[in-house]
């Protein structure tokens, strides 16, 4: 969820009131936003505010404040108007490889002041940040555009041979040396999101004056000051509706400014499919049964005119006949793709907490799966037993569930994470036990004897599911004291199985490499090895760093359900 | 017993008497150790025996059950308790002063045996504190009794023919000594002598009066109180002030101390000796002994009390034991475009080993709807309008939330013939690259409740959200709408904390978007309502843990597991 920093007195003025911050608090919790932190900086107090991943539109002071303002019925939406393109941009074939997707309008005649300056610099930063995610999907140039000349084109070109005095550096460059020089800068992050290709993406004026590498960095040509006039935008992407969806936002957010309010001037791509001007500002219609609407939300005591107030208050104008609402979605609501979002408006405008509670009306009888049934049952006999239930991490390392435990190849059934921040998520356990054994080396001022057990899910490798993974359900039992106390563990076996009403079982002495010599053995169910037990191995709790005697059981719970 | 005999009698014997050290061996070594005969040196048994015991009686007492010349009763192996009802069996009246200095016994280890069987339950003795005023001598008075008071040597240090007074006044406390003297006539002055005041005998026969009354005090004979008067203003004697007590045979008086029992035994029932025994008291402010015991852990106690909440509502239980999903199930099921920030490898495990699920996996007519689903819309919705891969939807990963089965369990209902409406839920754990901090860990456990009917509404999520948490005791609910890519309406459940005195979130809610249930088959009437919240947030409140670490993994003080209450949630 992306958080917004406003300054308290800016907000409250276009607001037209002053809050308590109680009161400011019950206004964004009805609205859907949440006041996380409120700071004080250099005596100006600002306020964090969450935004919903989804409304582009609330991600600057201008937005969040005009939405507030339509909600809380002060102003009406405004219109926007889109003046005929005066600029044009050609995209070249050659980037469809890198980014193959450029849009662009321009805002003429528009009044910078400090303030508004910042806004605007910080409304990119976070369209960069969400939507753009990281500038991969989408990047946003600005330009001032008196300062250079279209037709613009956008094109991919060999990285040597791109060279300008990038944005806020005192020399030229060629591309190479740019991304030698950012590496070190708050722009390393973006640099991989083009540097294998190629060709880079560039865009050019029609005197070969660079305004941007996107999505890296800008010109210092072209860099947007106070004194700014007419501002050229250009939003290049990988998705061509985000891009879009980008620009729109932009515009609507700040055509505000412009001496001709609400209005921006388009601008024509040309594209070798055909050419299209942009930004759209479109806005779609959709006619739905104002009944129908509410009957989601279970509200009953709405009329159309009022399903329609409401929608109105949610930054959607609409209008009623009858019981047809005509729903008007305008650029800054490309979050609703479907007439549930217009739905959830109405009850959001409505109030939550002033739907009335039902119950369903459904008879059903619940039912538990059986082996977390079993399990449970099989947790409180060990808790009756005198045992301690432990619960431990599904993630663990690969020397966890291998060389540290004497068995190098249990890695090859184990389930690999390909991005692990840190070895301790290198793979999914395949056995329950050094989760256990690592409760045991942390615990070392317990009183003596530990006896401790898990049930849960290990994972391992397996044809039977779609993933090629499955989960089994184990029980591990662990006694460690200053004796081994393989009888005990032995007898939890026989108490376990007596408890699963399990007479046919067996133990056969094996060699497994876990356990110390001549102290290990397979659990068998009818010839079958369901587990294990035995004194460990004096290597193996070397390796956990335990200094005392261990015996250990470990069985597959899932062949008792 | 001649040394020979001897010999031979301790050639088979460690000791005189028995197996044990006794009387009978201190006795004879007491008697043979002056002067150790020369016939017995030579007696190698003899000589080992005396070496032994020589060792032995440095530090050890003999064994009183094997004594023998302890046939005569002896006071001193007598625990001074007994001692004393023994005593009192014989008498009326015990005086602790006198019962101590008559066995030449310390005063205080008197009154010590005194007020230990005054608390003996059963009233053994009576005993009254008493207190009386005796007259101690001095230093002064002490060096009185030795040399005589002042004024006796001075009147014998005057000589028949009388002394110079000036000669005379240099003996020690001459001064005290002659007014003294003067006072009682036994000495006169002659100040017009020749030479010089001279002092002569005037008495002829003097007896030390104060040495007498000294001694007269300090055997305790009666003084006259003019006397002591006299004597208290020279400083001879001072006053001292001792306890004592008088003890007297009480109630339940009986000369065999029972110990009062600690506890009630088998012993006890068998020969009904309970019903004369008495019993110590019980230290109620005491702790009991630590048991030993068996615990689940408290998450875990959490976790089946959730069960049983939804179990009680209705719900069934879905197969989770599921910790590999796929992108499909996870993430396109659900309506989730790829390019989704939740899909990128900075919050999602992904998996290199298996790293896919086979293509053929998937329903196929269900994956043709998903795919067109979020490339162009369709059922009432725009889509995304982008290029929607098949292998996005293959890679494997650790699924997200469990949202991943209540997808394939919609999916599973929405084929049966004639559909029915369902209650399900589920426990179990999730994972997330996220930052690990105090409240993040890589895997925690989600908790979800899914219902799915016809005609549901937002009314109804409410209703049950509400009865929920009801079970959970958080009566004060109120909900904010919030974003969820696969959830429209989605609420944020908050509720009154009343320690914290605010609004907390405690769950995410929302109706599942018709672009997911549509494309699974699910009649359009259909709505499923859903619910999530996760299982550490609320036991780290209800056990008041701050740091995860300290409830979940390998670094667990498992005292935190010993020690937690039972749980009962709607008790929070």
Not at chain 1, 297 to 314: C, E, H, K, W, Y
Not at chain 1, 379 to 408: H, M, N, W, Y
Not at chain 1, 447 to 476: A, H, M, Q
Request: glycine share 6%; proline share 5%; net charge negative.
């Amino acid at each position: 969820m992306p958080t917004i920093t406003v300054d308290q007195k800016t907000l409250f003025e276009r607001l037209g009131r002053s809050y308590s911050q109680e009161e400011f608090e019950d206004e964004c919790f009805d609205f859907g936003i949440e006041l996380d932190d409120v700071v004080v900086e250099n005596e100006e107090t600002k306020y964090k505010i969450d935004i919903p991943a989804n409304r582009y539109d609330l991600l600057c002071v201008e937005g969040l404040s005009r939405a507030l303002n339509v909600f809380r019925s002060k102003v009406k939406v405004p219109g926007f108007i889109v003046n005929e393109s005066i600029e044009k941009m050609v995209i070249d074939e050659s980037v469809q490889n890198v980014r193959p997707y450029c849009v662009a309008a321009v805002l003429r005649n528009f009044k910078f002041t400090e303030e508004n300056y910042n806004s605007f610099i910080l409304l990119q930063d976070k369209l960069h940040q969400n939507i753009g995610r990281e500038r991969s999907l989408v990047s946003i140039g600005t330009h001032d555009l008196d300062t250079i000349k279209g037709p613009f084109t956008y094109k991919a070109l060999p990285p040597k041979s791109i060279k300008f005095q990038p944005l806020n550096q005192d020399s030229v460059m060629d591309a190479p040396e740019m991304f030698d020089k950012f590496r070190q800068t708050y722009l390393k992050p973006y640099l991989q999101i083009i540097e294998s290709a190629p060709l880079y993406p560039v865009i050019t004026d029609s005197n070969g004056i660079v305004l941007s590498l996107p999505p890296i960095i800008n010109g210092d040509h072209s860099k947007i000051t106070l004194n700014t006039k007419n501002i050229f935008i250009e939003v290049t992407a990988k998705d061509h509706k985000k891009a879009r969806i980008v620009l729109d936002t932009i515009c609507a957010m700040f055509s505000e400014y412009c001496s001709d309010k609400f209005s921006c001037e388009s601008v024509e791509i040309e594209t070798k499919e055909g050419n299209f001007v942009t930004p759209k500002m479109e806005i779609r219609t959709e006619i739905c049964s104002a009944k129908e609407m509410c009957l989601k939300s279970g509200i009953t005591d709405l009329t159309p005119d009022q399903v329609a107030d409401l929608l109105s208050r949610m930054y959607l104008p609409s209008t009623c006949d009858g019981d047809k609402v005509s729903v008007n979605i305008g650029p800054t609501r490309h979050d609703v793709l479907h007439q549930c979002d217009i739905e959830e408006d109405i009850a959001i405008a409505y109030g939550y907490n002033n739907i009335s509670k039902e119950i369903p009306g459904i008879y059903t009888i619940g039912t538990e799966q059986e082996i977390n049934k079993l399990s449970n049952s099989v947790r409180e006999e060990l808790a009756q037993a005198g045992f301690t239930e432990v619960l431990t991490f599904s993630l663990c390392s690969k020397d966890d569930i291998s060389s540290s435990l004497r068995i190098p190849k249990a890695v090859e059934n184990a389930v690999h994470i390909a991005n692990p921040k840190t070895f301790e998520f290198q793979v999914v356990r395949t056995q329950l036990l050094p989760g256990i054994l690592k409760t045991v080396s942390s615990n070392r001022k317990m009183p003596l004897p530990l006896k401790l057990f898990e049930v849960n899910d290990i994972v391992i490798k397996s044809k039977d599911e779609d993933t090629g993974c499955k989960n089994f359900r184990n029980i591990c039992v662990l006694y460690c004291g200053k004796t081994s106390g393989f009888e005990v563990v032995h007898g939890v076996l026989d108490k376990l199985m007596v408890a699963l009403n399990e007479k046919n079982y067996s133990i056969r002495q094996s060699s497994d490499p876990m356990f110390f010599s001549g102290r290990g053995a397979d659990v068998l169910l009818a010839d079958k090895s369901i587990g294990h037990m035995g004194i460990l191995h004096p290597e193996v709790l070397a390796n956990f760093d335990i200094t005392l005697p261990c015996s250990v059981l470990e069985l597959n719970l899932e062949h008792f359900v | 017993m001649n040394p020979d005999e001897l010999d031979n009698f301790l050639s088979l014997r460690s000791y005189i008497n028995g197996f044990s050290y006794s009387y009978a061996d201190l006795a004879l070594f007491n008697k043979i150790k002056e002067g150790f005969p020369d016939n017995c040196r030579n007696k190698r048994n003899i000589s080992r025996w005396f070496g032994h015991i020589k060792v032995l009686s440095t530090n050890n007492k003999p064994k009183l059950s094997t004594c023998l010349i302890s046939s005569k009763s002896d006071d001193t192996d007598m625990s001074l308790d007994q001692l004393i009802l023994n005593k009192l069996a014989d008498c009326k009246e015990i005086d602790s002063l006198h019962f101590a200095s008559e066995r030449n016994l310390d005063h205080q280890k008197v009154v010590g045996a005194i007020k230990s069987l005054v608390a003996l339950p059963g009233n053994y003795v009576e005993v009254n504190q008493q207190q009386t005023s005796n007259w101690d001598l001095t230093d002064e008075g002490k060096l009185f009794m030795c040399n005589g008071s002042y004024e006796y040597i001075l009147y014998n240090s005057i000589p028949k023919d009388g002394i110079l007074q000036k000669e005379l006044m240099k003996i020690a406390n001459a001064k005290i000594g002659f007014s003294k003297a003067m006072t009682l006539g036994w000495i006169k002055i002659d100040k017009s002598h020749e030479n010089g005041p001279t002092v002569f005998r005037k008495a002829e026969n003097v007896s030390d009066v104060v040495k007498d009354l000294l001694t007269a005090i300090q055997d305790k004979k009666s003084v006259s109180d003019k006397q002591i008067q006299d004597l208290k203003k020279r400083k001879l004697i001072s006053p001292i002030i001792s306890k004592f007590y008088l003890v007297s045979k009480g109630q339940g008086f009986k000369t065999t101390i029972e110990k009062p029992e600690a506890d009630l035994t088998f012993e006890m029932l068998q020969d009904n000796s309970w019903k004369e025994k008495t019993f110590k008291e019980y230290n109620f402010s005491a702790k009991g002994s630590p048991i030993a015991s068996g615990y689940l852990h408290p998450l875990m106690k959490v976790k089946s009390e959730f069960r049983r909440i939804f179990l009680d509502m209705g719900f069934s239980e879905m197969p989770t034991s599921r910790f590999v999903e796929n992108g499909f199930w996870n993430f396109d099921a659900l309506f989730q475009p790829q390019q989704h920030p939740a899909r990128d490898a900075h919050d999602t495990f992904f998996i290199s080993d298996p790293e896919m699920t086979c293509s053929t996996q998937f329903p196929e007519d269900y994956l043709t709807r998903v795919k067109e689903t979020h490339e162009e819309g369709g059922y009432g919705s725009t889509g995304y309008n982008y290029d929607w891969k098949i292998s996005e939807a293959q890679k494997n990963i650790l699924r997200t939330h469990t949202t991943a089965v209540s997808a394939k369990m919609l999916y599973l209902l929405a084929q049966e013939k004639e559909f029915k409406p369902a209650k399900m839920f589920s426990v179990d754990r999730v994972f997330r690259n996220e930052t690990l901090d105090a409240t993040h860990l890589a895997e925690f456990h989600q908790i979800e409740g899914v219902v799915a009917d016809k005609n549901l509404t937002l009314g109804h999520l409410i209703g049950v959200l509400s009865a929920f948490f009801k079970k959970l005791g958080l009566e004060k609910l109120k909900f904010k709408p919030a974003y969820n890519p696969y959830t429209e309406p989605s609420m944020e459940i908050f509720s009154y904390h009343p320690g914290l005195k605010k609004w907390v979130e405690i769950g995410n809610s929302g109706m599942f978007r018709p672009e997911m249930l549509l494309p699974m088959g699910i009649p359009k009437d259909v709505n499923v309502i859903a619910w999530g919240l996760s299982l550490e947030r609320p036991t780290m409140i209800k056990y008041g843990i701050n740091n995860i670490r300290e409830l979940i993994g390998p670094k667990v003080n498992l005292n935190m597991i010993y020690e937690n209450p039972i749980c009962r949630l709607h008790k929070m």
